[in-house]
């Protein structure tokens, strides 16, 4: 994200300083829907690791039901519970059996978590018959918890029931509990007694009657729709959504694994909801997801049916000779006990450890580059009001970046390193300041501290509170690497495309190309392989997961304005 790049570039600065303007972003919370005098409601806030329970079947194979839900909301960051209402014995070909045990059980798993554990969202699927459904039902009104997907499963993708038809009725009434129900087309209709829409116009249409008809938000699902576009939309006329109709576009990935799309996708809404209270902004961070774990999910070879989607294709595969080579970001003070970056670590030497770094980021950088935001800025389609954002919060995350190179400095063990450190810091206030005096001082945004970039610069001052200049050099060294990289291609296919002046961020594009700021990318990774190749084994997991930190904020930086703009 950060335009370090710029540190070498833009002109020495003026002295304004942006910290005065610095305030805390308040939690996005028009959405939500909260039940008074509940006290599980009442403690629920957007969190960062949301708790979130599954009602729903078991898929034994693995792809759908419960055990796709545990496998969503852990891919998007929340922490997974799941109370079971059916089993079924399937797998990806079809339905075998269906086994419901009484609902009185039911209801006891349900007390058992409610009674110990706050729950920042539910996700319901599968109920199978309307004892079932009258269960859940009195449980939700006992509870109220703050966040309630419904899926309305009736019948599974091939063709089998999962519901009884006589439990129709009562699904009905459980719907007005719910804050967003996510029918797939063919329970759309049944729900809006209407026959099943075969265009996306009529789809939300019926999408628009649900919504009125139960007061929940719904998202109307294009996934069984004809031809190549695969739109999804949120629907509601009740003001809970910046418009009554709000479509995100997708196109159709060409696999048949499409087993459990529909339960990984609500449980995943859940998820992104408790953690960002905002309806659309999940679904924008939910739906490339999706589409990435379709397109990868014929990695996995399981079945010969409808295979599963690849839940964790965001997060890093490990090598042939089991070695990770990267993975989602881990606290760094678990580091030491993590036995996986420890065998990752212990068998590195001399400048092998730059190059276990270059791996860890390669996935990270991969997502850059499929970003909205990156691909929007290569083509000039993306709007100014996203980019002034980043901007404005590259020249915040500049000032806290400084800070922790600062304290690279005063730890550095070496005068060259102390003076490379404190050159850098020094560039940074002052590329902080020349935003301000040129890209910014046109510009009409709010310069207030987004959620990303205050993640990150937390991130950078805990390592430069740790003590270890070898974990504090890596932190930092994700921002001139990644950025220095995605820099070099993008300048590359702006001089490929003829270097078109009309393009609205030529001028932007320009000042990635910087061979000082590749000298000093250089010299980082230098600066950081050094004490990596001399560290303990510990150091050495402790550095690697703070350098993936890193990475992963470079990432969801590029990302925020997306989200947050
Ligand atoms: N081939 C595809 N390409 C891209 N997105 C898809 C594809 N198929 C489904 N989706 C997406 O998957 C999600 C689930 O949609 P779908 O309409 O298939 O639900 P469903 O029928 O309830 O799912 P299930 O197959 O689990 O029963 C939606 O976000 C939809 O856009
Ligand atoms: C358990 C279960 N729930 C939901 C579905 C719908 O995909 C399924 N196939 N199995």
Known sequence: MSPLASTYVLPPASSESSSSQETQSAAQGSARRPAPGSSTAAAAGVRHTPRVLSIAGSDPSGGAGIQADLKSIAALGGYGMAAITALTAQNTRGVRDVHVPPAGFLRQQLDAISDDITIDAVKIGMLGNAEVI?????????????????????????????????????????????????????????????PRAHSWATALEQGKRLAAATGATILVKGGHLDGGACPDALVNAGGLLSRPVVEVAGDRIPTRNSHGTGCSLSSAMATAQARLGDWEASLREVKPWLAGALQASGLLEVGSGSGPINHFHHFHQPEAGGKPVGGAPVPAESAAGDPAAQSAAAELTGEDFAATLRRAAAPDLDAIYRLEFIRGLAAGTLVEDQFAYYLAQDAIYLNGYSRALA????????????????????????????????????????????????????????????????????????????????????????????????????????????????QATREAIAMAGEPGSKASADEQAAMLQAFRHSCRFELDFFDAPRLHA
């Open 407 to 518: 304290r690279a400095s005063a730890l550095a063990p070496t005068e060259a390193a102390q003076l490379f450190w404190a050159r850098s810091a020094q560039q940074c206030l002052e590329v902080e300041s020349e935003l301000h005096r040129t890209w910014l001082s046109t510009r009409t945004v709010e310069r207030i501290l987004g959620p990303v970039t205050k993640s990150y610069v937390d991130h950078l001052l805990a390592a430069s509170a740790s003590g270890s200049y070898a974990v504090l050099v890596a932190a930092v060294l994700p921002c001139f690497w990644l950025y220095a990289e995605v820099g070099q291609t993008l300048h590359a296919q702006f001089l490929a495309a003829g270097a078109p002046e009309a393009h609205p961020y030529a001028e932007w594009l320009r000042t990635y190309a910087d061979e000082d700021f590749a």
């Open 134 to 194: 009258d269960t859940v039902r009195s449980w939700l009104e006992k509870v109220r918890p703050a966040v309630v997907v419904l899926d309305p499963v009736m019948v599974a993708t091939s063709g089998d029931r999962l519901l009884e038809e006589s439990a129709e009725a009562a699904l009905r009434t459980l719907l007005p509990l719910a804050d967003l129900i996510t029918p797939n087309l063919a329970e759309l209709a049944i729900l809006v007694a209407a």
